[in-house]
């Protein structure tokens, strides 16, 4: 029997670096290997109040997008998690053993009572409990996700643990992060500190979607220094992260070729930035075409998100009918 594998996106957004090489491009290694669910985290979403329009257009960008990526729909069950709403029962089934001071002291939480004090609601503390839900309902032991969320998947085994000792039953498998290389990836953005992410502006990022003029201006903005002032000196965060950028889109000796010349402090910036905007260019080409194609075919969106519901639900009744027996409902 293959493991199973689950992941999902929030979709508060169109896909960026970050994602693809955080996630997705795990996501598409490993839908040949295992028997894998990717699906788009619309209820996750929720905790931020996006309007209807923006929930349904963000929704389709990222199933647009995972598909645009190679996502393969025959191999691997695409679902939005809205369609499956047995994740929803076996999330206030979690809910009722996860504990408030758990989950108050988990850093996401913590993080966002900091950065949104006015919208501090019981979906935000319980987030980890839903994410618990989107794996525990398919019983997956895989999760490709980056570094950021490794709590969340603590959290899911210390909850799966819970209920199979409270119900004295080895239900649940250990659920573990997973990333094809050795270490759970962190893309650094554009602002000279810490990862490229949604929450950190658009110029922060560089979507598939992004066409080579945006690429371009992007790139070209990103926050630099002045220059080395000795050879061989460490490189500062700004400029390392450039470099982390530049090992993910270019060739090694591309790489090394900048090293080089930053070393011995004769790196021109302009070259440097023109040079990883083209290598950001050739990655994001192919995607950026097929995503404009898909995103046309509404027809196609709607039998893919059709059947993954279908097949996604199949899994999660299964789940949901053996808790319920667990849990001690139990039909007259
Ligand atoms: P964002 O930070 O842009 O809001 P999400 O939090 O929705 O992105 O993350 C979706 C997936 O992409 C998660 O698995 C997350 O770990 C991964 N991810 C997001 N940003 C990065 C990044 N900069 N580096 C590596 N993985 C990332
Ligand atoms: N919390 C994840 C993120 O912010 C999204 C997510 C929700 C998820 N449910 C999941 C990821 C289940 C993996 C498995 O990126």
């Known amino acids: 029997m293959k493991e199973t594998v689950v992941s999902g996106i929030r979709p508060t957004g169109k896909l960026h670096l970050g994602n693809y090489f ?29 309007t209807p329009s923006d929930l349904h257009g963000y929704v389709k960008h990222v199933l647009v997008e995972y598909l645009a990526c190679g996502i393969n729909p025959e191999e691997t069950t695409i679902y939005v998690q809205s369609d499956v709403p047995e994740v929803a029962e076996l999330y206030l089934y979690l809910n009722m053993n996860a504990y408030m001071g758990e989950l108050e002291r988990s850093t996401s939480f913590k993080d966002k009572v900091r950065s949104q004090p006015d919208n501090v609601n019981a979906g935000l503390l319980t987030y980890p409990s839903l994410m618990a839900a989107d794996i525990l309902i398919h019983k ?44 759970l990836v962190k893309v650094p953005g554009l602002d000279g500190k810490g990862k490229m992410g949604k929450s950190e502006g658009d110029a922060n990022c560089i979507y598939l979607s992004d066409s080579p003029e945006i690429i371009r201006k992007k790139v070209s903005r990103a926050v630099t220094d002045a220059g080395p002032t000795s050879d061989n000196q460490e490189k500062p965060e700004a400029i390392q992260n450039l470099f982390e950028l530049m090992k993910i889109v270019s060739l090694p000796d591309t790489v090394n070729h900048f090293d080089e010349l930053y070393n011995r402090q004769a790196i021109r910036y302009g070259d440097f930035k023109k040079q990883l905007a083209e290598d950001m260019i050739i990655f994001n080409t192919p995607i950026r075409e097929r995503i404009e194609d898909i995103a046309k075919d509404t027809s196609y969106l709607r039998q893919v998100a059709k059947h993954g519901a279908l097949k996604a639900r199949e899994s999660a009744q299964k789940t949901i009918r053996e808790v319920r027996e667990l849990i001690g409902f139990k039909p007259f």
Not at 27 to 49: G, P, R, V, W
């Open 22 to 50: 955080g996630a997705v491009s795990n996501f598409i290694k490993m839908q040949h290997e295992y028997n894998c669910y990717f699906f788009i985290a619309d209820l996750h979403s929720l905790t931020t109040h996006p």
């Open 140 to 183: 997956a032991t895989k999760v490709p996700v980056g570094k950021d969320q490794e709590q969340h998947l603590e959290m899911t085994r210390t909850f799966g643990n819970r209920f199979n000792r409270l119900y004295n039953a080895d239900y649940f498998p250990e659920p573990y992060a997973f990333n094809y290389s050795s270490n």
